[in-house]
């Protein structure tokens, strides 16, 4: 009865903490919805190599609020002693880590596949924004400066561009390189012969780089979802 009671308040804090994170999420998404301009100023780089490849704001109130629903499912469950709740939170956090595991899979089997996938999503959105929308120009002018790429696959992403249409050229990012500075005009043929590798490329070689930190980031979240769901179901089977 000691080691049930010891694991109830243990499953209770833990979700708590979760739904806390949950709360979190939801509270910058709902930020960086309504003023994304300022979260990029604060958060820089950090925040800009993935704010092109999905909608941040949006995906932070989604994720935020799964959180916070399965904190406090957890907390519920496990203060009240209720199956349903637990037997729900193991199967939501089940889905969650099969969903990881699917995802990894696929990033790490299907490269191509992905990058495809994202090029059909992204580049239409470059030619449709690029140098018109401030903030999403913003976000690509801080993510090629940082990671020193130029588009999403290369300067073919900004033809027929608002930012090409209205100079008469490609952002100078396209076209730096060790004899050519940013002040100089990024001509069709100068950003042809430099070649600049594009931003998802760069992104892949950056997460390559640091394999060990991200395989270990990802090793941690999975084994304290595998915890929680051995806590839940501990509970559960040990409940009258």
Known sequence: MQCFS?????????????????AALLAVGIWVS??????LKIFGPLSSSAMQF???????????????????LGCYGAQTESKCALMTFFFILLL???????????ALVYTTMAEHFLTLLVVPAIKKDYGSQKDFTQVWNTTMTELKCCGF??????????????NNAFPPFCCNNVTNTANETCTKEKAD??????????LLYDIR???????????????????AMIVSMYLYCNLQ
């Open 6 to 22: 010891f694991i109830k308040t243990i499953m209770i804090l833990f979700n708590l903490l979760i739904f806390l994170c949950g």
């Open 34 to 39: 309504i003023d994304g301009a300022s979260f």
């Open 54 to 72: 999905v909608n941040v704001g949006y995906f932070l109130i989604a994720a935020g609020a799964v959180v916070f629903a399965l904190g406090f």
């Open 96 to 106: 969650i880590f099969i969903a990881e595991v699917a995802a990894a899979v696929v």
């Open 153 to 166: 696959t290369n300067y073919t992403d900004f033809e027929d561009s608002p930012y090409v249409r209205e």
């Open 193 to 202: 012969d430099q070649k600049v590798q594009g931003c998802f490329q760069q």
């Open 209 to 227: 780089t640091n394999a060990v930190t991200v395989g270990g980031v990802a090793a941690g979240i999975g084994g304290l979802e595998l915890a």
